[in-house]
C-alpha cells in the first residue's frame, strides 16, 4: 500500500499532465493526421489518466486514509497560490468520474464526429476540457480551484461555439461564458474576503479550521458569495439560462459539459468549502433552497421541451438542484454520490440523445420521432436504462443518491422537511417527463420526416453506450443505507465537519418507500398518458398552459434581455455618448475656447514695431514702478 | 561747485525719454535706430557718473561692454536694414507689418 | 569610468536609430529588416540584464554621473523591481512592432528611426532616476510617438496627434513646475540635488506633499490615462498605425502607472495614503466606465483602446491598495497588459490591412477563412478578460485580492469589470469572427501568414508563461514592493494590513461543540 | 564752477542733439544732431575723469557708428522724408502717454532723491580714467566677458554679411 501512495504522490501530476500533453499534440499536429487518429489519441490521452487515477486511488479505496499533497511549482506564492495537488478522497472520486466517463465520452466522439472538418479541433478542445476540470477538482487552494474553474468556462465557450458560424451556436458560447462570469464574480469577492481574513488560498490553513478565524456574518457571506460562484457554474435559479442554450454544441460536448464536468463543479466546490459552510447554518439554508427551487423549476420546464436534449438538459439543471440540495442539507456525501451517479446516466443520456441525433438526420424535434426502439435496439435498451435511473426506481443508480439526500434533508428536521417535500415533487416530475422523453422518442408510431432513415449508431458510439448503462445500473451499490461504502470513502475529507446523515430504521425506510411510490407513479403516469394517442392529447390539452410555458421556458430568457440586458445595453450607450459628448466635448470647448482667446486677442498683434514698442515701454514702466514700491 | 550725479541722472533720464519718443513716433528705421543708440548713450552716461561718484572704475568698464553690443548691435541692423530695403524699397516701418496676427 | 549596461541599453536604441536614418533613400525595403534586426540587440542586453537581476529591493546596475553639480543633475539611472520588468518588456515589444510595419510605404526609413527614438526614449523613462534626466526622456516620448500618429496615422491623424501631444504635454508641464517645487523645497537653500534617492523619505509636510502628490498625479494620470483626463487615448489609439499602437499602449501608457508608483507613492508617502480614496475611486470609475464605453464601441480598435483604460484602472487601484498582493499586481498587470493589449492591436491592424475597414460591424465569418487570425484573436482575448493560466489573470487576482484588505467596496465595484470584460471581448470576437461570412470581401479574407505568426510567438510565449509561472517577474517584483511597503510604514502612520481580524466563532462558541 | 560750466553747456548741446534727433524731418539731420550729442557726453565723460570712455566715444561712436549710418543713409536715399502724420491709431496718444509717464516717473525718482546719494570718491581720491587702469581692470577682473564680446563680435559681423549676400528671391527667379 505505501507504495502505492508514493506511487500517488510521484505520479499524480500526470493525470492532469496526459490530457494536457494531448491537447498539446493534436493542437499542433492534430489536423495533419488522418481523422481518427487525432481522437484515439485524444481518448488515449483522457483513457491512460484514467489508469493511473485508479492506481493511485487504490490505497483508499478502503476509506480512512488522509489526503496527500503535491506541490508542483510556485504560482503566486504571496497569496498562497502554488500549483499544488491535493489527492484525497474528494478529489479521488470527482477525478474518477472526470476521467472515467470523460474516456467514454472521447471514444464516442470519435464516431460522432466522424466527417467534421474540424475533427482534430474537437478533440483538443475535450482534451483540454478534461484537464481543467482536473485541474480544477484536484487543487489545493482556491486560486488554482478558480483557475480551473475559469478554464472550464472558457473550454465550455469553445465547445458549445464549436460550430461557430451557426449563429446560435457563436451566440450560445458567450452567453454562457458572460452567465459563468456573473458567477465568478461571486468566486472572485469570495476570495477576496478568504483572502482578507486568512492571508492565504490555501486549502491547508483555510479548511483546516475556518471557525478559529471568521465570525459568523463572514462566514455566511463567504458562503453566499460561494453559491453565487455554485450558481452560474452549476446552473441554478437564477443563471441557469446558459445551460438550455449550450445544447448549441456538438452532443458529446453537451454529455461532457453536463455530465462529467464544468455544471458540476459548483457542488463540489461547495462541498470543497465544506468547512466554511459547515459555519453558517444561514449559508446552508440558502443554498438548500436554490437548489430545491432550481431542482423543481427546471423539472416544471422540462415537461414541456420538445427538443430532445432540451429536456435533458432541464433534467440537468434539475437534477443538479438535488445536489445542492445534499451539499445545502450539509450531507456533503449524499450531495457527491448523486453527482457521480448522476454523471454516470445523465453521460448515457446525452449519448443516447446523440446517437438517436446522429441517426435521424440531426433532426432534435421529438414530435418527429418514436418507435427509434425497434431501429436502435442498443441505443434504446441502454436509454430505457438511463431513464429508469434518473426517474429513482430501485435498484438503479438514481434511486440511491436520490433517496440518501433527501433522507439526510428529511433528517435534518424543521425548515429541512419542506425541502424535502420540494425533493419529492420534484422526484415525481423527474420521472414523469424522463418516461414521457423515452416513450416519445423510442416507443409508439414512427413520426419521422420521409427522408430519415434512423440506423443503429457504430460500435464505437454503442460500446460506452453499454458500458455506462452498466454503471448506470450497478454504480448504486457502492453507497447503499447497508453499506455505507462511498460515504465512508469520503469521510476523511470531511473529517472536521458536521456531516448530515440519512435517516436509519422505519424512517428510512418510509422515506425510501415515499420516494419509490412518487418514481414509479411518475414512471407509470407518464407511460400510460404518452403511449396513448388520446390520453396523451387530452392530456396536453388539459394542461396546455402550464406546457406551452414550459416549453418557452416561462419566458425568462426574454425577460433577462428586457429586464437586464437591455438596460445595461442602453447604460452602455449612455456611457459612450456622454464620454464623446460631454468628456471628451469638454477637451474639445477647452481647445476651442483657447482658439477663440487667441482670435479675440489677435488684433493687439499689429505687426506694427512701433505699437510693440508703446507695449515695451509701458512695461518696462510697470517693472520700474514696481522696484520703486519695492524699495530698491 | 561740483555738479552732484543726480544732475547727471537727470540729464540722462531726459536724454533717454527723447529716446524713447523717437522710437515710438518716427518710422524711418533709421532714426528709430539712432533714438536707440541716444537711449544706450544715456544709460552709459548714467555708469559714468555712478561710477565716479562711487570711486569705482567698473562703471566705465561698463560702458565698454555697452559700446561693443551697440556696435554689434548697430552693424547687424543696418544690414537688416539695407537687406529689407532692397528687398522692399523702403525704411519704413509701418509698411513691414507682415507679422500681423 | 565603466560604461554600465544601462547606458549601452539606451545607446545601442539611439545607435540603432542612427543606422537606420543612415540607410539609402533607394532601398525603401531595407530599414524594417535592419530597424528588426538592430532592435533585437537591446532585447538580448534587457534579458542579460533580467538574467542577472537580483531578487532584492536595491537599485541595480546602478550608474551615475554629474551632469551639472551646482544644480545637482545627473545622469543617474539604475532599475529596481519595479523598473526591470518595463524595460524588458519595452525591448520586446519594439522587434514586434516593427515587424508589424512592413505594410509601411511611406518614409519607412523615418518611420524605424521613430520607433527606434521612442525606444530609446521610454528606455529611459524607466531607467531615469534623476528627475531631470526623467522629466527630458518623459518630455521627449512625445515626440516620436506624435510622428507616428501625424505622419502614418489614418484619416483624422493630426487631430489625434496634436491632442496627443498637447493633453499629456500639459500634464508634464505640472509635473516639472512639481518637480522643481520638490527639489527647492528639499534642498531648503543648500546644494539641490535631482536624484531620487536623495528625495526619498525628505519628510516633507503634509500640505507639501499633498500638492507636489497632485502636481505629479495629474501628470500621470493623464498618461495613464485615468477617467476623466482618458480622452486623448481613444482618439489617439484609432488613428495611429498598428505599430505605434502597440507601442502606446504597451508601454507609454506604463509610464503613468510606474510613475505614480515610483514617484508619487514613494516620494510623497503620507499623501498617498491619503489620496486613497480619491485615486481608487477614480481607478474603480475608470475600469466600469471603461468597460461599459467599450462594449458598445462600433470601431474595434476604439473598443481595445478603452479596454485599455478599463485595465490600467486595474493597475491603479492596485497600486493604491497599498498592500503587498496588490503592489505586485499592479507591477506584473502593467507587463501583462503590455503584451495581450499589444498582441490584440497588432491584430487589429492585421485585420485592417486585409480589409481597410476598423468597424466591426463590417465584419463577420472571419474565422472561417482566417482560422489562425481569429485563434490568435481569441487567444489574447481570453488573456485580457483575465482567464487563469494566461497572464492577464495573474495580475488581476493579485490587485483584487490585495485590495479586498484595504478597500473592500472598491474592490466589489471592480470586479464586475471583470464580467463586463467578458461582454465586450467576447461579444466583438462573435461580431468579428463568427457566423457565416455573408460579405464578399470576408469570404477572401486571408489567415495569418509565415511572418505574422512569428510576431506572435514571443508574445503567446509570455502569455503562458507569465500566466502559469509568473514568478519569474514575481520573485524579481516582491523584495521591491515589499521595500515600498515598508518604506510607507516608516515614513506614515499607515500599517499595510496582514489580515483583517474578525471574533472567530470558534471563540464565541466554544461550549457549543 | 568749471564742472558746474561744462554741465550745462554740454548737457544742452547734448539735449539739442538729442531733440534734433527726433523732430527733424530729414535723416541726415537726424544724424547730425546725433553727432552732436555723441560729442557733448564726450565731454561730460571728460569732466568726470573718464578720458580713456571719451576717447572711444569720439573715435567709435562718433567716428564709426555714425559714419556707418550715414553711410546707410546716403545708400537708401537721402532725399527720403518722412511723413509725419500719424496712421497707426491710437500710436501717438500711447506714445505720448508712456512718454509722459516715463519723464513724470524720473522727475518723481529725482525730486525723492534717491540719486543724491553720499558721494563717495569725490575729493579724497578720484577714479582714474586712464588707459592703463581702465586696461588693468579690463583684462585681469573682466577678462572673460571682455573675451566674450570679441566673440560677439564676430558673429554680428559674419551676421551682417550674411545679410548682405542675402538676395531677394525674386531676383533669382529672374
Redesign the interface.
Known amino acids: 500500500m505505501d507504495q502505492l501512495v508514493t506511487f500517488a504522490e510521484q505520479w499524480i501530476w500526470l493525470v492532469i499532465a496526459l490530457p494536457l500533453a494531448g491537447f498539446v499534440f493534436n493542437h499542433f499536429l492534430g489536423s495533419r493526421l488522418p481523422e481518427p487518429l487525432a481522437g484515439v489519441i485524444a481518448t488515449l490521452a483522457s483513457g491512460s489518466a484514467f489508469v493511473v487515477a485508479l492506481v493511485a486511488a487504490l490505497p483508499w479505496i478502503d476509506g480512512g486514509r488522509h489526503g496527500v499533497t503535491v506541490e508542483l511549482?510556485?504560482?503566486?506564492?504571496?497569496?498562497g497560490a502554488e500549483?499544488e495537488i491535493l489527492w484525497d478522497p474528494l478529489s479521488i472520486a470527482m477525478t474518477l468520474l472526470v476521467t472515467g466517463v470523460g474516456t467514454l465520452i472521447h471514444l464516442y466522439s470519435v464516431g460522432y464526429m466522424h466527417g467534421d472538418g474540424r475533427f482534430s479541433r474537437y478533440f483538443t478542445y475535450l482534451n483540454l476540457f478534461a484537464t481543467s476540470m482536473l485541474i480544477l477538482v484536484l487543487a489545493n487552494n482556491f486560486?488554482m480551484v478558480?483557475?480551473?474553474?475559469?478554464?472550464v468556462?472558457?473550454c465550455s465557450?469553445l465547445l458549445i461555439?464549436f460550430w461557430?458560424?451557426?449563429?446560435v451556436?457563436?451566440?450560445a458560447?458567450?452567453k454562457a461564458?458572460?452567465v459563468n462570469?456573473?458567477g465568478?464574480?461571486g468566486f472572485?469577492?469570495g476570495?477576496?474576503?478568504v483572502?482578507?481574513?486568512?492571508?492565504t488560498?490555501s486549502f491547508d490553513e483555510v479548511l483546516v479550521?475556518p471557525?478559529?478565524?471568521?465570525?459568523?456574518n463572514?462566514?455566511t457571506a463567504i458562503g453566499i458569495a460561494f453559491l453565487v460562484a455554485a450558481i452560474g457554474k452549476s446552473a441554478q435559479i437564477p443563471l441557469y439560462v446558459w445551460l438550455p442554450d449550450a445544447m448549441a454544441g456538438p452532443t458529446p460536448a453537451s454529455a461532457l459539459i453536463h455530465a462529467a464536468t464544468m455544471v458540476t463543479a459548483g457542488v463540489y466546490l461547495i462541498a470543497r468549502s465544506a468547512a466554511i459552510f459547515d459555519?453558517s447554518e444561514t449559508a446552508l439554508m440558502a443554498v438548500a433552497t436554490v437548489g430545491a427551487l432550481t431542482a423543481l423549476w427546471a423539472a416544471i420546464i422540462a415537461m414541456g421541451q420538445n427538443d430532445i436534449k432540451g429536456v435533458l438538459a432541464y433534467s440537468t439543471i434539475s437534477q443538479l438542484g438535488y445536489m445542492v440540495v445534499g451539499v445545502g442539507s450539509a450531507a456533503f456525501t449524499a450531495g457527491i454520490f448523486h453527482l457521480i451517479t448522476h454523471g454516470v446516466f445523465k453521460a448515457l443520456l446525452f449519448l443516447g440523445a446523440g446517437s438517436v441525433i446522429h441517426s435521424m438526420g440531426d433532426e432534435q424535434d421529438m414530435r418527429k420521432m418514436g418507435g427509434l426502439l425497434k431501429k436502435m435496439p442498443v441505443t434504446g435498451w441502454t436509454m430505457a436504462v438511463a431513464t429508469l435511473a434518473i426517474a429513482g426506481i430501485p435498484p438503479l443508480a438514481g434511486f440511491w443518491s436520490k433517496d440518501e439526500i433527501l433522507s439526510a434533508a428529511f433528517n435534518r428536521g424543521g425548515y429541512y422537511q419542506f425541502i424535502w417535500a420540494l425533493g419529492i415533487i420534484t422526484a415525481v416530475l423527474t420521472a414523469f417527463y424522463m418516461t414521457r422523453w423515452f416513450v416519445l422518442v423510442f416507443l409508439g408510431e414512427p413520426r419521422w420526416d420521409s427522408d430519415a432513415h434512423p440506423h443503429e449508431s457504430p460500435g464505437v458510439m454503442t460500446l460506452p453506450l453499454v458500458l455506462l448503462a452498466v454503471g448506470a445500473a450497478v454504480i448504486g451499490v457502492i453507497n447503499t443505507p447497508w453499506r455505507l461504502g462511498f460515504e465512508h470513502f469520503l469521510e476523511p475529507s470531511f473529517e472536521s465537519i458536521h456531516l448530515q446523515h440519512a435517516a436509519e430504521g422505519t424512517i428510512a425506510w418510509v422515506i425510501a418507500g415515499i420516494a419509490t411510490i412518487g418514481a414509479i407513479a411518475g414512471v407509470a403516469f407518464g407511460y400510460l398518458t404518452y403511449r396513448n394517442r388520446e390520453r396523451k392529447e387530452r392530456f396536453e390539452r388539459g394542461a396546455s398552459r402550464l406546457l406551452s410555458g414550459a416549453e418557452r421556458g416561462f419566458g425568462v430568457d426574454g425577460f433577462y434581455g428586457k429586464r437586464v440586458v437591455a438596460p445595461l445595453?442602453a447604460?452602455?450607450?449612455a456611457?459612450?455618448r456622454f464620454?464623446s459628448k460631454v468628456?471628451?466635448g469638454?477637451?474639445n470647448g477647452l481647445?476651442a475656447l483657447v482658439a477663440k482667446a487667441g482670435t479675440a486677442?489677435?488684433?493687439?498683434?499689429?505687426?506694427?514695431?512701433?505699437?510693440y514698442?508703446?507695449g515695451l515701454?509701458?512695461g518696462t514702466?510697470v517693472l520700474?514702478?514696481w522696484f520703486?514700491m519695492r524699495g530698491v | 561747485m561740483t555738479v552732484g550725479p543726480a544732475w547727471y541722472m537727470l540729464l540722462a533720464a531726459g536724454l533717454f525719454v527723447i529716446g524713447i519718443a523717437g522710437v515710438l513716433t518716427r518710422r524711418n528705421a533709421l532714426i528709430m535706430f539712432m533714438s536707440i543708440e541716444l537711449m544706450l548713450n544715456a544709460v552709459n552716461l548714467t555708469f559714468i557718473a555712478a561710477g565716479t561718484a562711487l570711486g569705482d572704475l567698473s562703471g566705465q568698464v561698463a560702458v565698454f561692454f555697452v559700446l561693443v553690443v551697440a556696435a554689434a548691435e548697430v552693424v547687424v541692423g543696418l544690414a537688416i536694414v539695407v537687406a529689407v530695403y532692397r528687398r522692399r524699397g523702403t525704411a519704413n516701418v509701418d509698411e513691414l507689418s507682415e507679422m500681423s496676427g | 569610468m565603466e560604461i554600465s549596461v544601462i547606458s549601452l541599453l539606451i545607446g545601442v536604441a539611439i545607435a540603432a536609430a542612427i543606422i537606420v536614418s543612415l540607410l539609402p533613400a533607394r532601398r525603401p525595403e531595407l530599414p524594417i529588416p535592419v530597424g528588426l534586426l538592430l532592435s533585437l540587440i537591446p532585447v538580448a542586453i534587457a534579458g542579460w540584464m533580467f538574467w542577472e537581476f537580483e531578487s532584492s529591493a536595491g537599485i541595480q546596475f546602478a550608474e551615475f554621473l554629474t551632469i551639472y553639480e551646482p544644480w545637482g543633475i545627473a545622469w543617474n539611472v539604475g532599475v529596481d523591481g519595479l523598473s526591470m520588468p518595463m524595460v524588458l518588456i519595452t525591448t520586446i515589444l519594439v522587434p514586434v512592432s516593427i515587424g508589424a510595419s512592413s505594410s509601411i510605404s511611406d518614409r519607412p526609413r523615418l518611420f524605424v528611426t521613430m520607433i527606434l527614438l521612442l525606444e530609446a526614449a521610454t528606455l529611459g523613462v524607466f531607467v531615469a532616476l534623476d528627475l531631470i534626466v526623467f522629466y527630458v526622456f518623459f518630455e521627449f516620448v512625445l515626440v516620436p510617438m506624435t510622428f507616428l500618429i501625424g505622419i502614418w496615422g489614418s484619416e483624422n491623424r493630426i487631430y489625434a496627434a496634436v491632442k496627443f501631444f498637447l493633453y499629456t504635454a500639459f500634464g508634464s508641464l505640472l509635473m516639472l513646475g512639481g518637480i522643481i517645487a520638490l527639489v527647492l523645497t528639499a534642498s531648503a537653500g543648500g546644494v539641490p540635488s535631482f536624484a531620487w534617492q536623495d528625495l526619498v523619505g525628505l519628510g516633507l509636510p503634509e500640505s507639501t506633499q499633498l500638492w507636489l502628490f497632485a502636481a505629479f498625479g495629474i501628470a500621470f494620470a493623464i498618461k495613464v490615462p485615468l477617467v476623466p483626463v482618458h480622452t486623448w487615448l481613444p482618439d489617439a489609439h484609432v488613428q495611429a498605425p498598428t505599430a505605434g499602437s502597440v507601442l502606446l499602449a504597451g508601454v507609454l501608457l506604463k509610464m503613468g502607472t510606474y510613475g505614480l508608483l515610483r514617484f508619487n507613492v514613494i516620494l510623497f508617502p503620507e499623501a498617498a495614503v491619503q489620496a486613497v480614496p480619491v485615486m481608487a475611486t477614480l481607478a474603480v470609475i475608470g475600469i466600469v466606465y471603461g468597460a461599459a464605453v467599450a462594449i458598445v464601441q462600433p470601431d474595434l480598435k476604439k473598443l481595445v483602446a478603452y479596454s485599455s483604460i478599463s485595465h490600467l484602472g486595474f493597475i491603479v487601484l492596485g497600486i493604491f491598495a497599498l498592500t503587498g498582493a496588490g503592489l505586485e499586481g499592479a507591477v506584473i498587470q502593467n507587463v501583462n497588459h503590455a503584451i495581450t493589449t499589444g498582441a490584440l492591436f497588432l491584430l487589429v491592424g492585421m485585420l485592417y490591412e486585409r480589409r481597410h475597414t476598423k468597424l466591426i460591424a463590417d465584419y463577420g465569418g472571419v474565422a472561417k477563412n482566417a482560422p489562425i487570425l481569429a485563434g490568435m484573436f481569441l487567444f489574447m482575448s481570453l488573456a485580457s478578460i483575465g482567464v487563469p493560466g494566461l497572464n492577464g489573470f495573474v495580475g488581476e487576482f493579485l490587485v483584487l485580492v490585495g485590495a479586498g484588505r484595504t478597500l473592500p467596496v472598491w474592490t466589489v465595484i471592480a470586479a464586475t469589470g471583470v464580467i463586463l470584460a467578458a461582454i465586450y471581448l467576447l461579444w466583438a470576437y462573435q461580431r468579428v469572427f463568427t457566423g457565416e461570412p455573408d460579405k464578399e470581401e470576408n469570404k477572401t479574407i486571408k489567415d495569418l501568414h509565415f511572418g505574422e505568426i512569428a510576431l506572435f510567438v514571443p508574445l503567446v510565449a509570455l502569455v503562458l508563461v507569465l500566466g502559469l509561472y509568473p514568478n519569474v517577474l514575481l520573485e524579481k517584483i516582491t523584495p521591491t514592493t515589499d521595500a515600498i511597503l515598508e518604506h510607507l510604514e516608516a515614513t506614515t502612520d499607515y500599517e499595510v494590513p496582514d489580515t483583517i481580524e474578525l471574533t472567530p466563532i470558534g471563540e464565541v462558541e466554544q461550549d457549543h461543540g | 564752477m568749471s564742472e558746474l560750466v561744462i554741465f550745462v553747456v554740454a548737457g544742452a548741446g547734448a539735449l539739442a542733439g538729442a531733440l534734433t534727433l527726433i523732430l527733424a524731418k530729414h535723416p541726415v539731420y537726424s544724424a547730425l544732431g546725433m553727432l552732436g550729442t555723441l560729442f557733448s557726453l564726450a565731454v561730460l565723460y571728460v569732466s568726470q575723469l573718464a578720458h580713456f570712455v571719451a576717447a572711444v566715444q569720439v573715435v567709435v561712436y562718433a567716428g564709426a557708428i555714425m559714419t556707418l549710418f550715414l553711410f546707410v543713409i546716403m545708400l537708401i536715399g537721402v532725399d527720403q522724408v518722412e511723413d509725419t502724420s500719424e496712421t497707426i491709431r491710437g500710436q501717438r496718444v500711447g506714445a505720448i502717454g508712456v512718454v509722459a509717464a516715463f519723464a513724470i516717473l524720473s522727475g518723481y525718482l529725482w525730486l525723492s532723491g534717491i540719486f543724491s546719494w553720499e558721494v563717495v570718491g569725490t575729493g579724497t581720491e578720484p577714479v582714474n580714467g586712464s588707459i592703463e587702469a581702465t586696461g588693468q581692470l579690463l583684462f585681469a577682473e573682466w577678462v572673460l566677458p571682455f573675451e566674450v564680446t570679441s566673440l560677439l563680435l564676430i558673429v554680428a559681423s559674419v551676421g551682417a554679411v550674411g545679410l548682405a549676400l542675402f538676395k531677394p528671391r525674386k531676383a533669382e527667379d529672374e
Not at chain 1, 486677442?601 to 505699437?611: D, I, K, T
Open positions: 511549482w510556485d504560482w503566486m506564492p504571496s497569496i500549483f486560486a478558480f483557475l480551473g474553474w475559469e478554464a468556462g472558457m465557450y461555439s461557430y458560424t451557426k449563429p451556436a457563436a451566440e458560447g458567450k461564458f458572460v462570469r456573473i465568478d464574480f472572485i469577492l476570495l477576496v474576503a483572502f482578507a481574513f486568512f492571508g488560498m479550521e471557525g478559529a478565524v471568521l465570525d459568523q463572514w462566514a459555519l445595453a447604460t452602455a450607450e456611457s459612450a464620454d468628456v471628451d469638454a477637451v481647445a486677442l489677435q488684433p493687439l498683434q499689429s505687426g506694427f514695431v512701433r505699437s514698442g508703446v515701454v509701458a514702466l520700474v514702478v520703486v
